[in-house]
């Protein structure tokens, strides 16, 4: 058998070599285009701000969608809830009566069976430019206020046009008395706003607080939206927390084979200057917090909670 040498020299000439084998081996494109150093500029120092309604079974939901409910997962042997004293862990139990509930990412099938479904949605959702458009101060006014073309251009005129590819939130702030809101009576994004992104500025996708687009007796936007091929968000929440433009969007969600909707988690990525959010290192992460109050079903509740 050949024996590799041992001595001190030897040892520091073969990871000299392995080094440098390595070096060539990783294409120097790559090396330049690395995004860790953009991460530890940029994203480490970022602001994180979260997006997302929690699921729980007394949320608003769509009148025409059941009721949800949890429950604790139960051993399919022994018909008991799992537990931490018997079992080491304990479990939960959905019962979901849609995928169109919350905070969500609407997928095209919802409208139209002939376009994506949610396990088919490109995974480049999942990081765009984010524009923010607030439409409060007309919603305080006119609960139904219908979003025009000219508050597009009017936030275009002090902020730049709406870039090709990003995303657009629609600031109303109907989410912000959550969950007591009006399902049926709220702000909207016309048709022609829905027309006007897609068609004239090459947005991705837009989004909105409440739980559907517009209030027209056919889902007129929504309809037009999906029918032809594109995403939208609904339910997003927090809105006011952000700026105009500036932050970026983090989207993720679950892909449930051959669904017409996702629950998501949106997450607004800020800059390391922005008062609002939290900034990496600064909540515990690895571990993450411990509660002196346990987690525990809670029957009225009909949820685990840290009563």
């Known amino acids: 058998m050949r024996h590799l040498p041992t001595t001190k020299a030897a040892v520091v000439a073969l990871i000299s070599a392995v080094v440098a084998s390595a070096k060539q081996a ?37 009148r025409g969608f059941g009721n949800i409910s949890f429950s604790p997962a139960v051993n ?18 959905y019962k979901l009566t849609t995928d169109q509930m919350g905070t969500q990412l609407d997928a095209p099938a919802h409208f139209n069976a002939h376009y994506a479904a949610s396990d088919e949605m490109p995974s480049t959702f999942a990081l765009r430019k984010l524009c923010v458009i607030d439409v409060s101060a007309q919603a305080r006014k006119n609960a139904s206020y219908a979003m ?26 109907w989410s912000r008395t959550w969950p007591h809101v009006d399902t049926d009576v709220f702000p909207q994004v016309s048709l022609e ?5 897609h068609l004239q500025r090459g947005i991705l ?5 409440p739980l559907d687009t517009d209030m027209t007796p056919h889902f007129d936007a929504e309809a037009w939206i999906l029918g032809h091929g594109y995403a939208q968000a609904e339910g ?16 993720g969600f679950p892909k449930f084979k051959g669904g017409t909707g996702n629950y998501v988690r949106y997450v607004a990525v800020c800059p390391e200057n922005w008062p609002h959010g939290v900034a990496p290192g ?9 509660f002196e109050k346990a987690l525990a079903w809670d029957a009225q509740k009909g949820y685990r909670a840290r009563n």
């Open 148 to 173: 025009t073309v000219e508050d597009v251009l009017d936030w275009e005129a002090e902020h730049g046009r709406v870039p090709r590819g990003s995303v657009v939130f629609v600031r109303s702030d």
């Open 282 to 290: 600064q909540t515990p992460e690895a571990p993450m917090q411990y």
């Open 193 to 197: 706003v829905a027309q006007f992104l």
């Open 26 to 62: 990783w294409p120097p494109a790559m090396e330049k285009s690395s995004l860790w150093s953009a991460y530890d500029s940029y994203l480490y120092k970022a602001k994180y701000i979260d997006l997302t309604h929690t699921i729980r079974p007394d949320m608003p939901i769509w």
């Open 205 to 209: 996708f837009h989004g909105h607080e």
């Open 76 to 93: 399919k042997d022994t018909g008991q809830a799992f537990a931490y004293a018997t079992d080491e862990f304990v479990a939960n139990a």
């Open 236 to 251: 997003v929440t927090n809105l006011h927390l952000l700026p105009p433009k500036g932050c970026l969007l983090s989207t």
